[in-house]
């Protein structure tokens, strides 16, 4: 049992306490012996970890992470690995049993097993400073036990290496490396070729789903890309396709919350600093938070951050030389596979001209308070099945490129973390196997991105956007080396922007979702536009500039124009002139400065009544029962739990119509149906302002719209409960921006000055009587101002701003 000891911020002993002594990798605190690990929290509650090896320092992170998260953890850990049901009953079977059916759990053992000493203490330790904390809440359950265990009747449980690698595993290989739509794209293809024919139905697709826009907006800048030919669908694998039948019900993701941001600008770009580095990475909001401040320090690790569920790597932090950061890549790494069953046999599928059993694989799902379930995971040698549809003889598997490479993904991020240049910091990025954008910037001024992940050589007859012939015909031919992703050191622009737009090149296809596509409109050039307009920034210019993107409406400077092009010919006195006059004079921005509950231009109220009447009159008719696929316009509703926008995929496919000839998509299909887009353009003005009329009045000035807030959601990203109904906070209006945000800057004098905010708060702590820790709910206010709390890496200024200390033997 471990024994602390604290000491608090008030005590005149804290400098005394610690030496600064210099060890393999940078500065901790000492003394510290090789069993010990001493934890000084800041005054926002941010542990510091100090250790002289990887297990103490895995050790101190898991057991802080335990003091402030414990029963989010449990829940995170639940989530991931399919255990629900075993502590909140039998609504949560379904959910256990589709978890566990989409992870292979021997694979992760396997990597464990490989791992070298000191990665392995990276989970061994995380553990037992996880077990630890929760030795000590059993013993005392009376004021150490969190609120939320006692109100769902179940008490936590010791962790192991394995639960610690499936937190990251299961949130970040499967949420965002796991995005996939083949099947519902499939079903898509049929039924338009049901209503149209089939030339007409792959018109369609093709401009809703397309292959690749030359014109999209690259995170790589255009002038520093090697082009090549870009993907091409051989058209034969396009009739193959027309008899395949999907029996799978149709699902809608609706509004996904994959998106993030970054700005970095380098000393060419900035007025007060060698490099400046803004990343807010959109998760969607939760309490408690999505990610978790942590300080590492000893073992090699000198460094300060936040990370998703306080996974070993932090993803969103700085060094004494280099900060990094990271968003969704959005690339294609998951095909899905159609198996042939043999017709005798449907335990066998046909692969390489003979059949082959599934590998069969039993797992139990616990129920509270009823019998436990047992359920069989089948495997195929592209992977594990998602789908069997045996009315057709047919199985669906799903093959990830990262496979057996979720460990090394990992560690490469943590590792990453170490380094000192560009040169070291890349050789990490390279490990990773999942489509993560990776962004760098250090004490040099220097600047630089790369798209990680492995992706496959596929036959020009695969189309990545359907399920493609399990039967071997269709298998990858290798890999993507790492060198041709796209990457980029210092461009020439001075800056690096992305807003999960297309990383660069024409290598790789455009993703399979068909909720996302990259084409000429894209929200990055909010951020692209603005940093263009400027020649540099301050530190405090970027933090603005960040506060302005999110609150713009991204779609809106695509289509004004055009509107302004409708209306020109209209009488001055025609109430649709009237109205859209306001759209003209408009800066795109939708925020409440005078606080009164409603958006202060009466040009958010028309343009978000505008837009879904134009999708409407523009795909409805062509889309029939698939229409509410692509039909929102992605405007926040009066109460949303995210904060992300983006331009939704029915949005860009107007556009592009609009464009017409301009277009980089062909458009072989004419969604306009011969009409002259301005006339459309005023008969959904039309539309638009009798809605206004009707709900408002006609006077312009009392069309007043309640403002959207962001809610931070008590369930988490799998929608599992992991807070109370009344923990549930909001803010005062919807923002697009991240779930957190942090800035490193990288002063002209050599100093680092580091901010975030990580709303609502560091710890989601409450006792069993009601309190909450005092550092619950810490950073809200923070994140609904557009404020920010500085973070430190010194051990000077840590100390500096000590709230406490503990010393563990271990």
């Known amino acids: 049992m471990i024994q602390p000891t604290n000491i608090s911020r008030s005590s005149q002993t804290i400098l005394n306490i610690f030496k600064i002594i210099l060890f393999s990798g940078g500065l901790i605190a000492g003394p510290i012996s090789a069993a010990e690990v001493t934890i000084i929290r800041d005054e926002h509650g941010t542990p510091h970890i100090y250790a002289e090896d990887t297990y103490g320092i895995y050790y101190g992170y898991g057991y802080s992470i335990a003091q402030d998260r414990l029963y989010q953890m449990d829940m995170a850990k639940r989530s991931t690995q399919g255990t629900v049901a075993e502590v909140l009953g039998a609504e949560y079977v379904d959910f256990d049993v589709s978890t566990r059916a989409n992870y292979d759990p021997a694979s992760i053992m396997s990597q464990l097993a490989q791992l070298n000493e000191d990665d392995r203490h990276i989970f061994e330790g995380y553990a037992a400073g996880m077990n630890d904390w929760i030795d000590e809440v059993i013993a005392n359950q009376e004021s150490l036990m969190p609120k939320q265990f006692i109100d769902n009747d179940f008490q936590p449980e010791h962790w192991t290496g394995f639960d610690v690698a499936m937190i990251f595993i299961g949130s970040m290989g499967n949420r965002f490396g796991d995005y996939n739509t083949e099947l519902e794209n499939q079903q898509l293809v049929n039924g338009l070729i049901d209503i149209h024919g089939e030339a007409t139905a792959w018109n369609i697709f093709n401009q809703l789903n397309p292959v690749y826009d030359p014109t999209a907006p690259t995170t790589v ?8 030919e870009y993907p091409k669908i051989e058209e034969s694998w396009f009739n193959n396709l027309a008899s395949i039948e999907v029996s799978t019900p149709l699902s809608n993701p609706g509004r996904q919350q994959a998106f993030s941001n970054m700005v970095i600008v380098g000393k060419d770009k900035s007025t007060d600093a060698n490099a400046i580095l803004l990343n807010g990475p959109q998760f969607g909001l939760y309490t408690p938070a999505y990610t978790y401040s942590i300080g590492l320090h000893g073992a090699g690790f000198d460094l300060v951050g936040n990370s998703p569920f306080g996974y070993p790597a932090v993803l969103f932090g700085h060094n004494q030389n280099i900060s990094w950061g990271s968003t969704w890549g959005a690339t294609d790494v998951v095909d899905i596979y159609r198996e042939t069953l043999n017709p005798e046999n449907h335990d066998e599928y046909l692969f390489m001209g003979r059949y082959m059993p599934f590998e069969h694989r039993k797992e139990i799902i616990r129920i509270k308070g009823e019998e436990t379930l047992e359920i069989v995971v089948l495997k195929t040698v592209h992977g594990l099945v998602i789908n069997m549809d045996e009315a057709n003889a047919v199985a669906y598997s799903k093959k990830r490129t990262w496979a057996g490479r979720e460990l090394d993904t990992l560690l490469g991020w943590v590792e990453s973390t170490k380094a000192n240049n560009h040169d070291e910091w890349l050789t990490q990025a390279a490990r990773s ?4 954008n990776f962004y760098y910037a ?3 001024g220097n600047i630089g991105y790369a798209l990680t992940g492995s992706y496959p050589q596929r036959l020009p007859s ?19 080396p790492f060198s041709e992703n796209p990457q980029v050191y210092n461009p020439e622009t001075g800056y690096i922007a992305n807003w999960n737009n297309r990383p660069g090149g024409s290598n790789l296809n455009n993703p399979d979702e068909f909720w996302y596509s990259w084409s000429r409109a894209d929200r990055v050039e909010v951020f692209t536009n ?7 920034f301050s530190a405090e210019e970027i933090r603005d500039l960040v506060a302005e993107t999110a609150m713009t409406d991204p779609n809106a400077r695509y289509f004004i124009p055009y509107i302004e092009h409708a209306i020109a010919d209209l009488d001055a006195n025609d109430p649709i002139k009237e109205m859209s006059m306001q759209l003209l004079d408009w800066n795109f921005i939708s925020q409440d400065l005078d606080s009164d509950g409603y958006y202060d231009d009466v040009a958010t109220v028309i343009f978000q009544a505008w837009l879904p009447a134009m999708i409407d009159a523009v795909l409805k008719d062509d889309l029939g029962d698939f229409y509410p696929m692509f039909a929102g316009a992605g405007h926040p509703q009066p109460v949303i739990f995210d904060s992300g926008m983006n331009i939704g995929v029915g949005t860009k496919t107007v556009y592009e119509a609009l464009l017409g000839d301009e277009s980089g998509i062909e458009q072989n299909h004419d969604f306009l149906n011969g009409q002259d887009p301005l006339t459309l353009i005023r008969e959904t003005l039309a539309v638009a302002h009798t809605q206004l009329v009707d709900r408002f009045g006609s006077e312009i000035n009392d069309w007043l719209f309640p403002v959207a807030i962001s809610s931070f959601s008590n369930r988490n990203f799998l929608d599992i409960p992991q807070a109370g109904e009344d923990e549930i906070v909001s803010t005062n209006i919807f923002m697009n921006r991240g779930t957190e945000n942090n800035q490193v800057i990288f002063g002209l004098d050599g100093t680092i000055t580091a901010l975030e905010a990580v709303p609502p708060g560091q710890s989601g702590f409450i006792d069993p009587d009601g309190n909450k820790s005092k550092y619950y709910g810490n950073q809200l206010e923070y994140y609904d101002t557009f404020n920010y709390k500085e973070i430190w890496l010194d051990i000077e200024d840590v100390n500096a701003h000590a709230d406490s200390i503990i010393s563990l033997d271990i």
């Open 221 to 228: 800048p255009k002038s520093n890309i090697l082009l090549t």
């Open 530 to 536: 603005l940093i263009e307009a400027q020649d540099s």
């Open 442 to 444: 250090d004490n040099e």
């Open 462 to 480: 695969h189309d990545n956007r359907l399920p493609a012939s399990g039967e071997g015909d269709m298998e990858w031919q290798g890999r993507i």
């Open 433 to 436: 196997a999942m489509n993560i």
